[in-house]
């Protein structure tokens, strides 16, 4: 009987773990999302410029001029790997979660074992 409520154990404190871990992941892909959706407004506004505009980048304390072309070249690569960095962490808590389906399963099999009349 020691042995199921080690067993028992166990799973929790796995089932816990797994659950935070998920948790980082859906504030990870929040994250994701939000700087998609920031760099894809920068590139909708680029879009309305002409060639010509005036374009400044903040590096550091400093606005430092910048042509439009490698403005505009930075936020598409800056917006594919954010793309990529959303599909890993998505693939990550779908993974994540089919592992903490799995922890329920023998989570409630342990619980069974518990809980059946002893001989």
Not at 40 to 57: G, Q, T
């Amino acid at each position: 009987m020691t042995v199921v409520k080690n067993l028992l154990e166990e799973l929790l404190l796995k089932y816990s773990k797994t659950q935070s871990a998920l948790t980082e992941l859906v504030e990870a892909r929040s994250k994701l999302e939000t700087q998609f959706q920031e760099n894809k407004i920068v590139h909708e506004e680029l879009e309305i410029l002409d060639d010509k505009a005036k374009i400044y980048k903040m590096t550091g304390p400093v606005l430092m001029p910048q042509d439009y072309k490698e403005a505009k070249m930075n936020v598409s690569k800056r917006m594919e790997f954010i793309k990529y960095d959303i599909k890993r962490v998505e693939e990550k808590i779908e993974s994540t979660q089919k592992e903490l389906e799995t922890l329920r399963g023998k989570l409630l099999q342990v619980r069974a074992q518990l809980q059946a009349p002893q001989k």
